[in-house]
């Protein structure tokens, strides 16, 4: 069982959250534009890297936020919890 | 030797055993008698009970094998009725008053079994036997036989009228393991001011202190754990917890703890651990040895005979052989000698062993043979001699015993180590894993780190808890370590597992009775990867795990496959250490405390009306049952009476989300598959959600409050997921709509009042909102007062008929139940439940998503399509729709179905399969749905997804239901006033 920190209440047991898969994922601008397997890809496809990987978290039984975790998926050891608006503008698929 | 009356094997003094205190207690129905501080495997073999179990595959009589949680043989029942526990090991249940023990691997009895059979047959009965019965000739074939040949004990039948509690705790350290090492430990880091948690899974702290006659500092060692506990319960910041496993390490290092109550109202607690550092001082394991017919009654571990003959003063034999690969089983010897109990010989597998031992050995006049093994065994009940030969064959004869101590080295108790993904490496000296790269935020101590001296496992845990404070900022005072002023024999270099070639099986794993010869099968067959090995053979997967036995089936797998053992490796070990009951992992949580029951609002009036409740996530009347009546019946009634003239139900559980915000409308267009933007104010439309996928994921009406504001309404089980969900894309994915989403569900209550009176009860309830149909049409909603009462009502309807829903603030629940009622008797109005609705909507075949539709069904299926096609922007789960599969003819539609026979009732889950008198096997073309008797149309119908449906309306196909074949007719989904005229009056 993690601790993970949330950026709006502190560090908390994961009993409290719920995780929402890899944070790179991003929903094409114009799907109606996109071929099948694009749009396949955004569906189904994940990186699932080995190390670090950043991942979308909210803190369900808490304040409801939605937040970026930097998790380690080999130790579990998790780097950093950034809230939504502080990522980077994330990367489009192309349209 | 003078032997007390009560107990044959038991000693006349010594031990840590109090004889003012006689217990006693029943095994397989004969009363003995024990004295507190017994095990009930020490009673048993004070009382010279030795076959207590009978194998697991063989059903071969077992005896006791171990002093500990890694017994392998003695697995008993104790207590009886509903508090039974099956699986129980002798060795660590503490002895009762009254106790209540049985045999249950025997049948008729432990001492004759006839499941013998399978042991006069062995050679049948080979590793893998069971994973061939699926392939040849086929499973079914050996089943009956094997379920009744196999398994442990007997599953409890009832509830468990016992009591489980669950702890969650904080600290800085936890120690695993309260030996000399742990304790040593626990006072440096207790006086450094660090937060302690130790864990010792015995009734008391100790380990080896009290069962070897060690002295620290010129005393006994027990003598000292009793004082360093002492010591240790006086400091706040020590929590010490005595009969508790340490029984999984998880990620972040959460621990989780199973405690035994001792005289508490539970039986056992669960505990839940968060430490910032682990010191693991769990000591060592030893290990059996490989030799033909190793398995009899009175063949036990040189450790757990010094056990019960030091700590509980029983000596289980008359005549003792000891046979060891290591110096620690000498310790046995020397300890009998001092009884004067006749120690015959001591067998030694190594060739060339250290003069002084084998000085200390002459002096005491035992015999020692080298560079020899046992070679057979004799004694079917229990052991009555030991054959004895060299390496290389040369016999040397029998020799008459009835124990046989043996010793097969030791191996660091490294399981929890692994947990926490810590690697193990192979050291040659002591034949054993020991820890190698230890996890972030872990020590290793004592025998765990392959300590064999106990001066040194002192020194280095009291060292170990120095750095572990100093590490957490709490530098630790000096603190003097008691000095070892009288040790053991310990083991020295360990010769290697040198199993004799014989035909006679040599069990590796007592446990699951998984001998050589099943290693060698595997090998051949070529299972050698060790995890292959141990699911082939099943050794190690037993209740032990195979604590005594797995170190030797790496061994062997490496000698038959000429790898060295550290090349083999090991299995992975995994939590739990120890069997845990299902009742710790659920702690409270059954019965009525497995979930907060959710009432309705006006949950009282409804048991005044003599609802019918079930759960539905929320207690809910199905019907309102008259006296005598039955379900079915009155459902018939209540769905009658809102067609003929008028009934309330109440919908308080449905889903209400408030959604508003500059941005509302443009999200929900994104959200619904139907236009939002468009519908003007006051007015109600219905919607159906998707996911990315195109499934249907919720379905309700949303009403328009105000330009910026809208009510959804979400099934009464969708609120919280569906909420969840908005927050979701608004939160992660269009962070730039200003949008704000309550979830208000238990913040109203709502009434329905549908069928053709319901204008007029509204009328007679009083309202200052125009009722008139132009005023307030189907699907239009508005806001004022209903009986006095602020409220909100909406033209909606899930039954077909002309519908009203009222709604106001919860509080205002059972005032507007009551008032509807009163204003509705003149018109016969009827409550009517959840089961009724069920009818109404089936009848007009609206759809119920998560029963009519599944994870694949998409709005085209359910006649929707035309809507998401027409819609001009984007929504979610739109693209996927355009993907072929979602666009192939012959995917399953939504249909109505209904049997040529009316009277002949449809089942949901039955299978369509098209075409009339149709016979399976065959590819389903469907199934039902939703099912019911109307009694509207008096007949039975039916709802149903079918391949190509829609096109197909009229025509018969056959119902599978179970062994039952009948013909229905495909009919559109709609039974009962196509026109919907009932609606718009
Ligand atoms: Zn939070």
């Known amino acids: ?95 | 030797m003078i032997r007390p009356p009560l107990g044959p094997f038991r000693l006349a003094s010594g031990g840590r055993i109090d004889r003012q205190e006689p217990l006693t207690f029943t095994f397989d129905g004969v009363p003995y008698v024990g004295f507190r501080g017994d095990t009930l495997a020490s009673a048993l073999l004070a009382n010279g009970v030795r076959a207590v179990a009978r194998s697991f595959k063989y059903h071969r009589p077992r005896g006791i094998f171990s002093a500990g949680e890694e017994e392998p043989c003695a697995l008993v029942e104790i207590g009886e009725g509903h508090a039974r526990v099956p699986n129980c090991r002798a060795t660590v249940v503490p002895l009762e008053e009254g106790l209540v023990a049985a045999s249950q691997s025997g049948w008729p009895s432990v001492n004759f079994d006839l499941g013998r059979m399978v042991d006069f047959t062995h050679p049948l009965w080979p590793a893998g036997f069971y994973n061939k019965t699926f392939k040849w000739p086929n499973w079914k074939t050996w089943e009956g036989l094997v379920r009744r040949a196999a398994g442990l004990g007997r599953p409890l039948e009832g509830p468990d009228p016992d009591r489980y509690e669950q702890v969650n705790a904080h600290c800085d350290l936890l120690i695993c393991g309260g030996g000399p090492a742990g304790l040593m430990a626990a006072q440096v880091a207790a006086s450094a001011g660090l937060r302690v948690i130790l864990a010792e899974q015995s009734p008391d702290c100790g380990g080896v202190l009290n069962s070897e006659n060690i002295e620290l500092d010129d005393q006994h060692g027990s003598d000292w754990a009793t004082r360093t506990v002492s010591r240790l319960r006086e400091q706040p910041n020590v929590l010490l917890l005595e009969h508790t496993v340490v029984t999984g390490v998880y990620d972040h290092n959460v621990t989780t703890l199973l405690q035994t109550g001792q005289g508490s109202t539970w039986r056992e607690c669960l505990w839940t651990v968060r430490p910032r550092h682990v010191l693991l001082a769990s000591g060592a394991i030893e290990q059996g040895l490989i030799f033909p017919n190793n398995d009899r009654p009175g063949i036990m571990l040189a450790g757990a005979l010094r056990h019960y003959v030091n700590r509980h003063a029983v000596v289980p034999g008359t005549a003792v052989v000891v046979a060891t690969n290591n110096d620690s089983a000498y310790q046995t010897v020397f300890d009998l000698l001092h009884l004067q109990v006749p120690v015959s010989a001591v067998v030694d597998s190594r060739e060339s062993i250290s003069p002084a031992l084998q000085k200390r050995l002459q002096m005491a006049g035992a015999e020692l043979i080298q560079g020899a093994c046992i070679s057979d065994t004799r004694g079917f009940g229990g052991l009555r001699s030991v054959r004895i030969a060299r390496h290389e064959g040369t016999d040397l004869g029998h020799r008459a015993c009835d124990l046989l101590a043996v010793s097969g080295g030791w191996a660091p108790r490294v399981h929890l180590l692994a947990h926490a993904r810590g690697t193990l490496r192979f050291d040659e000296p002591s034949q054993s894993f020991v820890p190698d790269r230890l996890p972030a935020a872990w020590s290793v101590t004592g025998a765990a780190s392959g300590m064999q001296h106990l001066q040194q496992t002192l020194d280095d845990a009291a060292l170990a808890a120095r750095r572990i404070s100093e590490q957490l900022g709490h530098p630790a005072d000096d603190l003097a370590v008691p000095q070892v002023t009288r040790g053991m024999v310990e083991p020295a270099e360990v010769g290697a597992q040198r199993p004799t070639a014989s035909r006679k099986r040599q069990w590796i794993d007592l446990a699951h009775d998984v001998t050589l010869g099943d290693a060698e099968l595997a090998v051949r067959e070529g299972f050698v990867s060790v995890e292959h090995f141990k699911r082939y053979t099943t050794t190690g997967m037993s209740v032990d795990q195979g604590k005594t036995g797995n170190l030797n089936a790496f061994i062997v797998l490496g000698a038959l496959t000429g790898r060295a053992t550290g090349e083999v490796g090991t299995t992975t070990f995994r939590p739990p250490y120890v069997p845990v009951t299902l009742g710790a992992m659920a702690g409270i949580r059954s019965g009525e405390f497995y979930a907060p029951r959710r009432l309705l609002p006006a949950h009282l009036m409804h048991q005044k009306l003599q609802g019918q409740f079930e759960d539905y996530g929320w207690q809910r009347p199905d019907a309102y049952p008259r006296p005598g009546e039955s379900l079915h019946d009155a459902v018939q009634r209540e769905v009658l009476a809102v067609r003929s003239t008028v009934g309330v139900f109440d919908n308080s559980p449905i889903g209400k989300l408030e959604v508003r915000g500059p941005d509302a409308a443009r999200f929900l267009d994104r959200v619904y598959i139907n236009n939002v933007s468009g519908l003007p104010v006051g007015r109600v439309r219905y919607g159906l959600m998707l996911n990315e996928n195109g499934v249907i994921i919720d379905d309700g009406v949303f009403i328009r409050l105000a330009q910026d504001r809208f009510l959804l309404n979400t099934t009464s089980g969708g609120a919280g997921r569906i909420a969840g969900m908005l927050e979701e894309w608004l939160q992660c994915e269009w962070r730039d709509l200003r949008v704000l989403v309550d979830d208000l569900t238990t913040q109203w209550a709502c009434f329905t009042v549908a069928g053709p009176r319901a204008r007029d009860v509204l009328t007679a309830l009083g309202t200052d909102i125009d009722l008139a149909p132009a005023a307030l049409p189907h699907m239009a909603a508005a806001c004022g007062l209903v009986a006095a009462l602020q409220s909100r009502v909406a033209r909606v309807s899930f039954s077909g008929e002309l519908s009203y829903e009222i709604s106001v603030p919860a509080r205002c629940a059972s005032a507007l139940l009551e008032a509807i009622l009163a204003a509705g008797q003149p018109f016969g109005i009827e409550p009517y439940g959840i089961e009724s609705l069920m009818v109404l909507r089936a009848e007009k075949g609206y759809l119920h998503v998560g029963t009519d539709t599944d994870g694949s069904t998409t709005p085209d299926d359910v006649g929707w399509g035309e809507v998401a096609r027409r819609k001009a922007g984007d929504f979610i789960g739109k693209r996927s729709l355009e993907r072929p599969a979602n666009r192939a003819t012959d995917r399953k539609q939504f249909v109505g179905l209904e049997p040529i026979d009316p009277g002949r009732a449809l089942r949901p889950g039955s299978h369509l399969l098209i075409g009339a008198d149709r016979q399976p096997p065959a590819v389903t073309d469907g199934w039902v749905t939703s099912a019911c008797h109307s009694p509207t149309l008096d007949r039975a119908i039916g709802l149903a997804m079918l391949r190509g449906g829609r096109s197909r309306i009229g025509e018969i196909v056959t119902v599978c239901d179970e062994e039952q074949r009948f013909n229905v007719k495909v009919v559109a989904p709609v039974f009962y006033d196509p026109a919907n005229a009932r609606l718009n009056t």
């Open chain 1, 1 to 95: 069982m993690l601790l993970i920190k949330c950026p709006y209440c502190g560090v908390r047991d994961q009993t409290e959250f719920r995780c929402g898969g890899e944070a790179s994922r991003a929903r094409p601008d114009h799907p109606e534009h996109i071929s099948d397997p694009d749009w396949a890809q955004y569906l189904f496809y994940r990186e699932n890297p080995k190390g670090l990987l950043r991942e979308r978290w909210v803190h369900r039984y808490g304040c409801g936020q939605w937040f970026i975790v930097s998790r380690d998926t080999v130790t579990h050891d998790i780097l950093d919890s950034l809230p939504m608006g502080d990522l980077p503008p994330k990367g489009r698929d192309a349209p």
